[in-house]
């Protein structure tokens, strides 16, 4: 499954943090559309490696958890050092 596009958070359209992430388009699934990042979290809990960002050179998403127990993903960050999620398109 690939990760093609981000939701941000209601007024973090141009943040650049992790957990203002809200939701994720994933394609290559039976029902491809927008999930919460809670819910991919959970998924990739239990299935690890099983959806990589739409950007070279492909790397996992990975779930995470913040310092304040929050749920959230990430991906392995580029050469620039930004995250490859946070460089998806945003809708």
């Known amino acids: ?13 141009y943040s650049q943090n992790l957990t203002e992430i809200d939701e ?6 039976d029902n491809p559309g927008y999930f919460k990042k809670e819910v991919l ?3 990739l809990e239990a299935n690890p490696g099983t959806i990589q960002v ?6 996992d998403v990975i779930p995470m958890t913040s310092k304040y127990g929050e749920k959230y993903v990430r991906s392995s960050p580029n050469q620039n ?3 490859n999620l946070l ?5």
């Open 1 to 13: 499954m690939i990760a093609t596009m981000i939701k941000m958070r209601a007024g973090c359209y």
């Open 24 to 29: 994720i388009y994933i394609r290559g699934c």
């Open 41 to 43: 979290h959970d998924y």
């Open 54 to 59: 739409n950007i070279a050179p492909y790397p």
């Open 81 to 83: 050092g930004w995250d």
């Open 87 to 91: 460089n998806l398109p945003r809708g």
